[in-house]
């Protein structure tokens, strides 16, 4: 199984930016999709953002449409999300997760979660 590292995040202030990356150890198309998540203290994991690794479709949780962008890298080990406009309740654990593609059941199957990167906005 494709073991993933999340590295990127750190703490910036409102309106601010930062990209964080998904590393796999091996190549990501062997996977259907890649998606990245966040958990906010106290709150459930939610998903952000998912790539298709075979075309690079793409779909988005609705609060980070227009302000975040994932993309794949073309070696094809690697999956990145640039962040724009970060607000606090952007704030939260981010992590990168292998699953289905499937614009229907949005976020469901995802798993092989990496250990997260860290990201805070705050002023």
């Known amino acids: 199984q494709l073991q993933l590292v999340e590295s990127g995040g750190g703490l910036v202030q409102p309106g601010g930016s930062l990209r964080l990356s998904c590393a796999g150890s091996?190549?990501?198309?062997?996977?259907?999709?890649i998606a990245w998540f966040r958990q906010a203290p106290g709150k459930e994991r939610e998903g952000v953002a998912c790539?298709?690794?075979?075309?690079?479709?793409?779909y988005y949780g609705g609060d980070v449409k227009g302000r975040f962008i994932i993309t794949k890298s073309s070696s094809q080990n690697a999956v990145y999300l640039q962040m724009l406009n970060l607000q606090p309740e952007d704030t939260g654990r981010y992590y990168c997760g292998l699953g289905p593609w499937d614009i229907f059941n949005a976020w469901t199957g995802f798993g092989s979660w990496g250990q997260g990167t860290q990201v805070t906005v705050s002023s």
């Open positions: 790539i298709k690794t075979s075309d690079g479709r793409t």
């Open positions: 091996g190549v990501i198309s062997d996977y259907d999709a």
